[in-house]
């Protein structure tokens, strides 16, 4: 049964109207239904309130939606930098990444939404900090920090995103992939059969970060 809106002053001991509370609602609609269902009538049902209210705080739902991103962006914890490129850059995506997966139904948003905020640039402003740092020329560093996003958000997408083509965790799922790998008729699949029926999301980000420093490293 949903929620009828609320008129009036929010009863004594709830949440007062606020742009936190809303993001808080928005979130809550998100990990239980989809980013599809975020609208602001959605949201102000989950809170209890009339639509028309959350104006006041956000700039209808495309605003929410950037809110929504900017909010998860904002829980990166950047790790202070210790001198070494790899280490930095790799402190880095794995912050970004547990950030991001925070809430796992958002992420979507956080990784293809154009932002501006000082939350969506702090993350770049680490990176850019860490390459001028070993010496790289500005122009190098952007062509370098592009290079970089690509290869992690790339990697979260397939991870938030992946249907099975690209590997299944849970014992059952990876036999019956395996199987059908090695009865596609194709040989060298059927040869990577066991190694493409599964797949670690851990060992895959750490793997594709690693690969991307390796190169920005013996550039």
Same mark, same amino acid.
């Given at each position: 049964? *949903?929620?009828?809106?609320?008129?009036?002053?929010?009863?004594?001991?709830?949440?007062?109207l606020?742009?936190?509370?809303?993001?808080?609602?928005?979130?809550a609609?998100?990990?239980?239904?989809?980013?599809?269902?975020?609208?602001?009538?959605?949201?102000?049902r989950?809170? !209890?309130?009339d639509?028309?209210?959350?104006y006041?705080?956000?700039? !209808?739902?495309?605003?929410?939606?950037?809110?929504v991103?900017?909010?998860?962006?904002?829980?990166i914890?950047i790790?202070k930098?210790?001198g070494?490129?790899?280490?930095?850059l790799?402190?880095?995506?794995?912050?970004?990444?547990?950030?991001t997966?925070?809430?796992?139904?958002?992420?979507?948003?956080?990784?293809?939404?154009?932002?501006?905020?000082?939350?969506?640039?702090?993350?770049?402003?680490?990176?850019?900090?860490?390459?001028?740092?070993?010496?790289?020329s500005?122009?190098?560093?952007?062509?370098?920090?592009?290079?970089?996003?690509?290869?992690?958000?790339?990697?979260l997408?397939?991870?938030?995103?992946? !249907?099975?083509?690209?590997?299944?965790?849970?014992?059952?799922?990876?036999?019956?992939?395996?199987? *059908?790998?090695?009865?596609?008729?194709?040989?060298?699949?059927?040869?990577?059969?066991?190694?493409?029926a599964?797949?670690?999301?851990?060992?895959?980000?750490?793997?594709?970060?690693?690969?991307?420093?390796?190169?920005?490293?013996?550039?």
């Open positions: 049964m *949903t929620k009828p809106p609320r008129r009036g002053r929010p009863p004594k001991g709830a949440e007062p606020s742009r936190e509370a809303i993001l808080k609602a928005a979130l609609v998100i990990d239980a239904e989809g980013i599809e269902a975020v609208s602001m009538r959605s949201v102000a989950e809170m !209890g309130v639509a028309k209210s959350l006041h705080h956000v700039d !209808g739902k495309d605003g929410l939606l950037d809110a991103a900017e909010h998860v962006l904002a829980g914890r790790p930098p210790t070494s490129l790899a280490d930095d790799r402190a880095i995506a794995r912050a970004f990444r547990r950030a997966l925070a809430h796992r139904h958002a992420a979507a948003l956080v990784l293809t939404r154009q932002l501006a905020s000082l939350e969506a640039l702090r993350p770049v402003e680490a990176v850019m900090s860490v390459l001028l740092r070993a010496g790289y500005p122009d190098e560093s952007v062509h370098l920090l592009r290079a970089l996003l690509a290869t992690v958000v790339g990697t997408l397939r991870e938030v995103h992946a !249907g099975p083509a690209f590997g299944v965790r849970d014992l059952e799922g990876i036999a019956r992939r395996r199987k *059908t790998l090695e009865t596609a008729g194709l040989p060298a699949l059927a040869e990577s059969a066991a190694f493409l599964r797949c670690d999301h851990d060992e895959e980000f750490d793997f594709a970060v690693d690969l991307m420093i390796q190169a920005v490293t013996t550039r």
